[in-house]
Each structure stands twice: as C-alpha cells, then as structure tokens.
C-alpha cells in the first residue's frame, strides 16, 4: 500500500517565477492538506482540498493556489515566487470523517535564488 | 484560536538516558493531541495521538505520552532513548467541534532532541 507520494522532491526556481509541486494521497483518503515548513520551523498550514475543492485556508497570500483531481490526488501552485518562499512543503492526506490524523509524504523542498 | 508551545527547542541527552519532551496548547474547547517525528530530510510521521479514553497513551519505537487537561499538557516521555531517536519531535493540535478531518492540525514548533553515545 503506497503512502503518500510528492513529487519532485527537489527544485530550485528563482525569484518571479512560478512552481507547481503534486501530491498523491495514500490509498482510500479522499483529503489533503498542505504545509509550509520554513528552516528551524514547524509546520504552517496553508490549505486543505476535499472533494475537489478548498475547504480551509491558512494565513497565505493567493499566490499559493491548488488544486484536486477526481482521483483524489492535488497540486500546489505558488506564483511570482519570492525568497521567503524557500521551504519544504509538506502534503498530508487524511479521511474526512476520520479523527484527523494526517499521513505526511517525503515533501518536496523549495529553494528561490 | 488554538496554540500549541513547545518548551525546548533542542534537548541533549546521553543514550540510555530518560527523556520527556514538554508540550502545552491553548485550545477553549476539546482537542485531539498529535506527536509526530520528522529525520533528517524526511516528511512527518506519527508517533502516537490522544483522541479520548485513557490520559496515558502509548505509541511506537517505546514512547508514550500523558494527557493533562487541567494543565492543558501533553509532554512526551521515554524511559530509555537510543542513538536513533536522535530526530526533530512536533506537538500537534486539532479541535474536535469540526468534525472528521475537516479542521487542520496546528503544529508547535519542534524540538531537536540528540542522543549522545
């Protein structure tokens, strides 16, 4: 049984331009979640997507934008990148009606010259 | 809104050593309680959660950790750490009012624990 799996796992961009990270949750979740880790930080929430649409949003700017697909799997787009934006961010699927237990993937890790 | 304080930021301690790693969250209303370990370059994994029933709650590789709702703690403890602990630890916090999944874990901010030979 696949956990959840992101993709790619390391990228540089510089600043201005766009990113697009992917997620796919592990087998049977239908939510998922996406998080900022900032060096030396915990997790910051940014959004969550349930049946392809955002349910709930963090404290970020809309230059952060997702999406999910009919088969659950979902898509981080962050435009006009700035350094601050250097991170591993962090996908988390969970089951809606479960206790909110999140299942994290390996990240994908962000570095804005 | 809820909060959730991790009291050290790094906690050094001999292998075979004890450990406790203290966390505290300020929610008005009930929670569940996560403690999740990240290595090196690696995503988050779940450690052990209290979700209700019995204040003590074990988890895996031999940690366990203790609900207190009168001082709205939930320090992790192990009695016997080993090299490979060495990792970075988050407290996490979801209010129960959502319902299912629906609200998101708020995370402290981690502490660095190192296991020394």
């Known amino acids: 049984d696949a956990g959840v799996t992101q993709s790619p796992t390391h990228l540089i961009k510089t600043r201005g331009q766009q990113v697009t990270l992917r997620c796919s949750p592990k087998?049977?979740?239908?939510?998922v979640s996406w998080y900022q880790q900032a060096l030396g930080q915990g997790p910051q929430f940014i959004f969550q997507y349930y049946e392809e649409e955002e349910r709930q949003r963090g404290n970020f700017p809309d230059r952060f934008s997702g999406h999910q697909f009919p088969n659950y799997s979902s898509e981080l787009n962050v435009n006009a990148l700035l350094l601050g934006d250097s991170a591993l961010y962090l996908c988390?699927?969970?089951?809606?009606?479960?206790?909110?237990?999140?299942?994290f993937g390996e990240g994908s890790r962000l570095t804005v010259l | 809104a809820q909060s959730v304080t991790q009291l050290d930021s790094q906690v050094p301690v001999f292998e075979e050593a004890p450990v406790e790693l203290r966390c505290n969250y300020s929610s008005s209303v009930s929670v569940y309680l996560f403690w999740y370990v990240q290595y090196p370059n690696q995503g988050l994994q779940l450690l052990l959660k209290?979700?209700?029933?019995?204040?003590l709650v074990k988890g895996i590789n031999g940690f366990e950790a203790e609900f207190n709702k009168s001082q709205t703690s939930f320090h992790l403890r192990k009695p016997s750490v080993h090299i490979s602990d060495t990792a970075e630890y988050f407290c996490?916090?979801?209010?129960?009012?959502?319902?299912?999944?629906?609200?998101?874990?708020?995370f402290g901010k981690g502490t660095k624990l190192s296991v020394k030979p």
């Open positions: 996490a916090v979801k209010t129960t009012n959502y319902g299912g999944s629906q609200g998101n874990l708020i």
């Open positions: 209290y979700l209700s029933g019995s204040t």
């Open positions: 087998s049977g979740h239908d939510t």
């Open positions: 988390a699927s969970s089951i809606r009606q479960g206790t909110g237990e999140l299942f």
